[in-house]
């Protein structure tokens, strides 16, 4: 019969937010009056009669028109030769799980080839597969779909003559299994290989019986069993088992593309093309009173309300905005054709109605009022928030313009109301929020705005937090601390966020409606530090028990998250249920079909459960979380993640669907959260579901683009996420450049697909965020950054002030330590927070303490902090900065100090051991002496917070040895790889245990150095496992010494020690005082700044890079002699005091800037502003020798320092006492300086020692 080339075009709209009515234009195809066609449900075949084998050598070809069920997976046979009682599969012809044709052979060795384009299930499409000799052909609709080999290579051989042969599923092993499932019709096997134009002629003209070479051909309209052979020979009939007859109203798998929508909310729709070629799709909308009838006429789009078209090349599901804007409210029909090469499709049409919701902004602008008052309490008044409409009803966009002295922010929604706030603030007022403290200080008045600023985004979601976020930082969080991050999140337009608190009360209410009781549940609910993997499904318990105070406690601290990310309208993440149940589930419910997922790093995993169970523990599950939460829009939950056990005889496919649709049934719209990590998600897995409703984190695209690699997840929405950190590990690290690049990439690539979001998915937060802020920025900007340019911006609004040593610092820092171009996890690991060996290549088992860039080219950045310090001293983000790097810079010199002191050890060299394990250690406690300045790596904090949340005395024990576990063998009772996995550089940590580890290690090597036995010790057993159960030690919750003070100290005291090669150092020059009286004339000279360079023939310039009172001063650029430059500014009842910061620079070759504060007092004969505490500050004696003994005339925490006279400090001390001594036996004879820095004394006095 003759076929024809039919084009077949689908419209369809899902509904999630308004009603609609669907369409679907089915092109039925007549090639026979009755057209019938086999039903194979999986179970089916069909066989020659009397065992008949077609007769092949060397080349065969076998064509069929198949239309493979929707949702059906794995391997589905086409035809099949195999011996029915051997175990070798022999020859196939088949669809496998990516709905692929492949043939493949097993003699042996496995062989297999694929073609290149899939099968669309639940359309008909016509297949070949033609074996010329060794060569292997697909075709496709009557084209040429060939791939490549998958396994093994050619040449591939036949079967035995003997093996039995079947249309529909294959033998092994005795027993037929791989059955096809669907619809099969017009299948034709010839003798001989079949050339591409005879393959297009079956194709659109359909098989000529006539044809000599037909070993057989079957168009099953006759109905008959056995089936009869309508070749001319007519004498190889097929025996039907369990199939059956069926109409094939058959419709041709489309070659140009199909059309249709997805995600309708009020008056948007979103419309995808899924193409196997390039095409153009024209559309067009008009009231449902408008009948169009024409093809041309959908092109030409005359009188629509709404048109348009988009042209694609690439193949896949592509997406774009289909209706924006629609009004008024009424009953509207979408028509749409597509046309390629110079033809246009039929028509196909859905019908929907508008519904034009007015969205209300006024909780969320008092919302964001509320934000910034607890973030810009004395600032807050000066803005002023309105809402705007959204982009297409579902995008956001947010305006900035001038009210008077107010800044005016319209929104359309709080996020991005929040998130004009933070634009604001960095581009315009050098101010940023933090995890490590806020740049708040605003210029005063706010600086005006010349013009509106506007910015769109055209991301849906802005997606924050991983699963692991909640536990290597989290754990321990209370109400407080959340909602000063859910404040930051909303400023960075964060719209969606992961929290599955208060599952463990879900899991509770589930469990006890089959029979647990509270102990047993005990079991299943692990501590606080470890509910991350028990909700991913890699461990049940860990941690626990945990009381019912707990469970309770985590119920309310959720809702009060959830309440307050209602009020921003943020959508939050809830844990969903993707079919685990605790691993002893089967013994406590009868029926539940149980698979066991194996273990994870010696952890029993929860099981899945499949069956008839399945259903009702989804149900339990929602109903529950319902009850406790209310149905929320997302829910979240992997299969397999991290790897566990597939079940062989689990249709993955159809049990995802089944798993999605019971979320479906409580709330229709909700959508399953899913993360792309570890080959997640399966392709079997999201196969079936419904796409609309799926979302995919891709969440380390600064290393992976899982997305090209999934082919865009075949077309699921899906978010472009950004790891950055592992564990809570804190080396400086990053990917700039490649991020910089990576987002730009995406966003203008073609194959990008339905790419509907952008977000941070850390493993750990409250570090610094620099990578992330880079993140953000893109949601709102569509040029690509230029990261050193950018680094110059992020220097500027995190300290205050744009100045060249912090550019300078973080422009070293972005292409070296931000730079990271290895497949490691994260930052290079500190060696000190290694288990101690001699060879140590890593702290963690997924990273490197190799450096992946030269060290030395780190430590100009360094210098430039340090010299900064005059002018920022006061900024809290600066002083985090500069304790971070130095911390930086003394964690990779540790390194070098590691591998000389294994060296020495090796050449048995004992003197010069000595001497570098006493310097190793000796960093190891000058870095937790560094570490104690900030509260940011303080232990105490880590295990207060713990204790804190423990609801009775042994549950604060259990949750400290929680929080003491985690981040140092992770495991509470075995050693496994995942030790120091989430090792973090903090004060105490270290000093207790990083440096006890050593300092063990180190007495045996010495040992061994004096001939003793090797101890070899076992870190775990001796040391490590132990320290988790010394409840009784307390760690510092409070800061001990001066982050400036202790950064000088570690600088002067260590960059002699750097064996990098320095061709220059910097100016040294100190701050000064100078008191004048008022009224003196212009050019009157105040004082002189003195600095000196180390390195000869230097010339140094001298500029004031800041005053606060404009023009008062000026200096001499060569001599750095201040005069006065605005006499009129000279009068002690206007302004007191002033304050100069004066930069020196040297002529180096690199050069370096250093910057000093000189103070300027004026004085009347009534009036001098010298604070008189500071001269009731008494040393005695002076001279002194070996002691000093100092009286304050109040008691407050003071820091002091020793400092000589060309500016080295010599020792820090911090004391709060009104007297105390100070040791100064260690000191030379000469003049030295106590700095004495408090709250209220601040004072600098000179002393002898003699």
Known sequence: MMKRKLLFLSLCLFVFYSNAHSFTCIIKKKKAETDYAITLNGNGLLTPTNSAVPEFSTSFTITAWINPAINSSAERTIAAWASSSSGQIGNFFRLEGDNYLYYGQWNGTFKKVKSNTPIVSG?????????????????????????????????????????????????????????????IDDIAFYSTARTATEIKAEYENGVNPSDSKLWGYWNFNDQANPV????????HKLTILNAEYTLANKTVNPEISTVSTGFVKNTTARAYVNSDMGGTVFWAVYPSSTVLTNAAEVKTATGAVKSGSLTYSTPGLQDFWVVNKLNPAT??????????????????????????????????????????NRLLPERASEFEFAGIEKIDDVLDVFELSSVGNNILIKGSSATAMAAGLRYYMNNYCKASFSWNGHQDELPNPLPALSETIRKETTYMHRYALNYCTMNYTMSFWDWERWEHEIDLMATQGVNMFLSPIGSEAVWQKVMERYGYTFAEIQKFIPGPAYTAWW????????????????????????????????ELGMEVVLQGFAGLVPSNFGSKVPGAVIHPQGEWFSYTRPAIISGPKTAEVAAAWYEESANLFGAVNYYGGDLFHEG????????????????????????????????????????DVIRGLKKDQCLVLDIANEKYNVWKEKNSFNGIPWVYGVINNFGGRMSIYGRMSKLANGVYDMQNDPNKK????????????????????????????????????????????????????????????EPTALACNTNQDGGSESVINARPALDVDRASTWSLTKLYYDPAKIVPAWTHMINSIDVFKDKTTFRYDLVDISRQVLSNLALEVQKEMTAAFRANNKELFNEKSKLFLEIILDQDSLLRTREEFLLGLWIEDARKMGTNDTEKNLFERNARALITTWNLRANTNLHDYAHREWAGLTKDYYYKRWELFISDLKGRLDGQPAKNYNFYNVLEKGWQLKYSEKFPTETEGDEIEMSKYIYEKYMPKLKYTLTNSSPVVHSAEFTIPENLSFGTVVGTVIATDPNPNQKLSY???SQSVENAFSINESTGEITINDADAMKYVNTPSFSLIVKVSDNGSPSYSVYAEIKVLLTTSIHSVKDDLGSKIKIHPNPTKNLLTVNLPIQEKVNLKIVDTVGKTINLYTKNEKQFDLDTSSLSNGVYFLAINGK????????IIE
């Open 123 to 183: 359309l008909w499409s016509h297949v070949a597969l033609v074996k010329n000799n060794n060569q292997i052909s697909f075709y496709l609709n009557g084209e040429d779909v060939t791939g490549n080999y998958v396994s093994g290579a050619a040449p591939m051989n036949n079967n035995a003559q003997g093996d039995a042969f079947r249309f529909g599923g294959l033998f092994q092993n005795g027993s037929a299994k791989e059955f096809f499932n669907g619809l």
């Open 228 to 235: 009869t052979d309508n070749s001319a020979s007519g004498t």
């Open 331 to 372: 009953d509207y029909t979408l028509y749409a054709v597509i046309e390629s090469g110079g033809k246009l499709s039929e028509i196909a049409k859905t019908n929907f109605t508008t519904t034009n919701i007015t969205l209300d902004l006024i909780g969320q602008i008092d919302a964001v009022k509320a934000l910034i």
């Open 535 to 566: 909700l991913m499904g890699n461990l049940e318990g860990e941690g626990g028990p945990v009381s019912q105070e707990y469970i309770d406690g985590r119920v309310e601290l959720q809702k009060k998250i959830m309440a307050r990310a209602k």
């Open 644 to 683: 566990g056990n597939v079940p062989g005889n689990l249709d993955v496919t159809k049990y995802a669907a089944d798993i999605q649709a019971e979320m479906f049934k409580i709330n229709p719209e909700a959508v399953w959260v899913l993360q792309a990590w570890a080959g997640n998600p399966r392709e």
């Open 754 to 813: 339905n790419i509907w979001g952008i977000g941070i998915v850390p493993e750990a937060i409250i570090f610094n965020q620099v990578s992330y802020d880079m993140v953000w920025d893109y949601v709102w900007e569509t040029a690509k950054i230029n990261p050193q340019a950018w680094m110059e911006k992020f220097a500027a609004y995190r300290y205050g002030k744009n100045l060249d040593n912090t550019a300078k610092a973080w422009k070293i820092l």
């Open 1103 to 1105: 500029s004031i890079y």
């Open 1240 to 1247: 209220k004394l601040n004072d600098t006095i000179s002393f």
